[in-house]
């Protein structure tokens, strides 16, 4: 099953910007696809993010915002705070299998 | 606001099956799709179906087409998806999740996870 990539881990201090990078390819993100991304607290619900590419669910501070470009795409944090400190994966759609597919994860670390 | 409780974790021996449950309450309209995904540890979540509340349709993942089953009870908004002959390669943590109306491919809900553990 086709698999988004994501780097294992990111960090920052309070106050900083971060950034979390998405790659597929020419099935999922590069055919159009929109992106989605999702915070995800290990054995809790995860919680959507930001959907279609750029857009935050009612209740997700602006600090959160989402970008997507060829068959990449990135989520950034700006102002990083203690309570960002998660698991974030993003998803989307491929049109091979038709299925939806997923990054492994994330995890970020707020120094 | 729409919530998402699912049932317990679960122990099972290979070759047995389990039915995870998914209820569901606060929806404004019915016209929502529920999909189930696993994700074993350290690995990306894996889709494997879905089931459509109002006409009971479903899709799976093709690889699991003979030995998954996903369905609706109306009467009590609850999804179940049952899978049968499981092997050790079946732990994972089973979530289900409410894709909006729409064909809007990725979830404005999800539940917190079913835990199964196939073990002899």
């Known amino acids: 099953q086709p698999v988004l990539t994501q780097p294992p881990s990111v960090s920052g201090a309070p106050g900083q910007r971060v950034t979390i990078s998405c790659t597929g390819t020419?099935?999922?993100?590069?055919?159009?696809?929109?992106v989605h991304w999702y915070q995800h607290l290990p054995g809790t619900a995860p919680k959507l993010l930001i959907y279609r590419n750029n857009n935050r669910p009612s209740g997700v501070p602006d600090r959160f915002s989402g970008s997507r470009s060829g068959t990449s795409a990135s989520l950034a944090i700006t102002g990083l705070q203690a309570e960002d400190e998660s698991d974030y994966f993003c998803q989307s759609y491929d049109i091979g299998p038709r299925i939806w597919v997923f990054g492994r994860g994330t995890k970020l670390t707020v120094l | 606001q729409v919530q998402v409780v699912q049932s317990g974790a679960e122990v099972r021996k290979p070759g047995a099956s389990v039915k995870v449950s998914c209820k569901t309450s606060?929806?404004?309209?019915?016209?929502?799709?529920i999909h189930w995904v696993r994700q074993a540890p350290g690995q990306a979540p894996e889709w494997l179906g879905w089931?459509?509340?109002?006409?009971?349709?479903?899709s799976y993942l093709e690889k699991f087409q003979d030995r998954i089953t996903m369905s609706w009870d109306t009467s009590t908004t609850t999804a179940y998806m049952d899978l049968s002959s499981l092997t050790y390669d079946d732990t994972a943590t089973f979530y289900c999740?409410?894709?909006?109306?729409?064909?809007?491919?990725?979830?404005?809900?999800w539940g917190q996870g079913t835990l199964l553990t196939v073990s002899s």
């Open positions: 089931v459509h509340p109002t006409t009971g349709g479903t």
């Open positions: 999740l409410r894709e909006p109306a729409g064909g809007a491919l990725y979830a404005d809900f």
């Open positions: 020419s099935s999922n993100i590069g055919a159009g696809y929109d």
């Open positions: 606060g929806h404004t309209s019915s016209d929502y799709l």
